[in-house]
């Protein structure tokens, strides 16, 4: 019992000499404290939709809206959206990270091209910026999709 408590006492006076080095104190307010505090946000915020949205914002969340677009009107299986590069949509004054079409597919199921791709002149729908505003539109006329393609293209892609 004596023993316990002395290694207890021993302890503490080692971690207490620990954190009085400045490199120390820095860990330890860094890592440590800074764990705890993400720990005390994320306890009551354990839902997977909130924990998505969170981490990837707008990449996510325009993109679960789009694909909200397709789940009510039930086309989400033979759909092919053309979306254009995010500089787009940053030109146009809408937050837009937009992802890439495997980054899109893993968060809505929805099969997407980018204007550089082969597949991009498959594409039955497209995405584009309007007032500010997204707007979805079905692809009527191959040239038109030619044309929106031509246009797309000036803009980089970037991740």
Known sequence: MKKSIVLTFISIALLYLFLQFPRNQKWFSERIVSYWNDFTIQKNHRG??????????????VSKQIAGFFARNGNMKNTLILIPP???FTEKGIDYDVPEPAVFYYYTGL???????????NANWLVIANKRHYQILPVIDKKVLIDTINTFKKYPLGL
């Open 111 to 121: 099969k997407t091209t980018w204007v550089n791709s082969q597949s991009a002149l």
């Open 86 to 88: 995010a500089a787009y």
């Open 48 to 61: 997977i939709e909130e924990r998505k949205i969170k981490r990837w914002k707008s990449s996510y969340t």
